[in-house]
């Protein structure tokens, strides 16, 4: 009669030298190496249903486990031995333990520092996409994003260091950075033509009606710049016959297109459409006028790049995921849903900015840079005097994880 037991990490053992709870055979109580080898099987189990649900085998049954190896009947008082060319039992729980040790551990999530300008940018829904349908933690990588108040800003911090990648950057302030000597180097394009309207009082109709007026803009070297004069020279107004203010996040231009404290701003999704709702005039978007030329992209911090290559090509492919949901119509509803909740704005405007990106095809769908187009920025740079006319864009590419084409 089986008096008293307890289970010994996970298996039923016999303190009383009865008989083993599971097969009625007498035994004698539990060795100290016994002890060893349950605590180091038990280990092992772990160990192994780690690794099964981590390559997503799922969580097998208790029942599946092997059976304990019992000791052997009783022939003597605390008899034990070692039959014939049997392993002893110490060299079996050294390999096992050996094994143990060298198994393939399960990493942490590697933190990646980004930076940004405006949460509510819809050019950042393909990182809210990855980060909510579990892409980044597929890859171990967990981005935290810091937000900035102007791109040129966000770009000091990825050159000092302070950020390791800046995913949405308009493309202008890395190439001059870049020129001017800063380590850093473009990834992959991220929306490859700007999405950007410009929107102005009601009262005003034309694109030629805003000679003399004051439009708001992202900066003094900002893209949105090389946009807008492109936009207004199609129309007649040359450099000078308007006046320039800034401001580096859409969200702080709408407001102040709103307060009427300028005349004309230029908007991205989806404050071009809460413009337009508001009464104001849509004159045009920049893609009519600049189809080929790319708005965003993803630069690195070169020094950090190299020291974390598999981590940027893990990253990139999580994004990768996250625009291909995108831009799969049958998830407009949930896309839809994680935007309203990340940029606290109408359902019917982010609405609005979904179809009008699926619509553009504005998110670069293969992760490739196209050299062709990515120098029509340079040459913009180039004809504004702010790269030099020899600067090659080979200098923008880090090799060995930038994919370039043509």
């Known amino acids: 009669m089986v008096r008293v037991a307890q289970v010994l990490d996970g298996f039923p053992v016999d303190l009383n030298r009865s008989v083993n709870i599971s097969t009625g055979v007498p035994q004698t109580p539990p060795l100290p190496h016994q002890r060893v080898y349950a605590r180091v099987r038990r280990a092992v189990w772990e160990r192994s249903l780690a690794l099964l649900v981590r390559a997503g085998e799922g969580v097998p049954n208790r029942d599946m486990r092997p059976p304990l190896p019992q000791p052997s009947p009783l022939r003597g008082e605390g008899a034990h031995r070692v039959r014939g060319n049997a392993v002893p039992l110490v060299t079996v729980i050294f390999c096992i333990t050996l094994a143990l040790l060298l198994a393939p551990a399960g990493q942490a999530a590697e933190s990646i520092v980004a930076g940004s300008v405006d949460a509510a940018s819809a050019s950042l829904w393909p990182l809210y996409i990855a980060e909510k349908n579990g892409y980044f933690d597929a890859a171990e990588v967990k981005p935290e994003i810091i937000f900035s108040q102007s791109n040129a800003s966000v770009i000091q911090q990825l050159t000092a260091g302070s950020l390791n990648i800046a995913p949405s950057a308009g493309l202008v302030d890395p190439i001059r950075a870049i020129d001017k ?191 062709r187009r990515i120098g029509a920025v340079v040459e913009a740079l180039q004809q504004l005097g702010d790269v030099p006319a020899g600067f090659s864009p080979e200098r923008l590419f880090l090799p060995g994880v930038t994919q370039v084409t043509d």
């Open 181 to 371: 000597g800063a380590s850093l180097a473009i990834v992959r394009i991220l929306i490859q033509a700007p999405p950007y309207a410009l929107l102005a009082k009601p009262t005003i109709k034309r694109t030629a009606d805003l000679k003399g007026k004051t439009i708001i803009i992202g900066g003094p070297k900002d893209i949105t710049r090389i946009f807008t004069e492109r936009m207004l020279t199609a129309s007649g107004l040359k450099p000078g016959g308007y006046d320039f203010v800034f401001a580096g996040a859409t969200s702080a231009r709408f407001s102040a297109l709103q307060s009427g404290a300028v005349d004309a701003a230029i908007l991205t999704v989806p404050f071009n459409f809460y413009a337009e709702g508001a009464g104001f005039t849509n004159l045009g978007f920049t893609f009519d006028v600049l189809p080929d030329m790319p708005f965003a992209g993803m630069a690195v911090n070169r020094p950090w790049a190299a020291a974390h290559p598999k981590t940027i090509e893990r990253f990139l492919t999580a994004v990768g995921k996250g625009i291909a949901w995108f831009d799969d119509s049958s998830h407009r509803e949930e896309a839809v849903s994680l935007l309203v909740a990340r940029s606290k704005t109408k359902q019917e405007d982010v609405e609005r900015s979904y179809d009008f990106l699926r619509m553009h095809n504005l998110f670069e769908p293969t992760g490739k840079v196209s050299r």
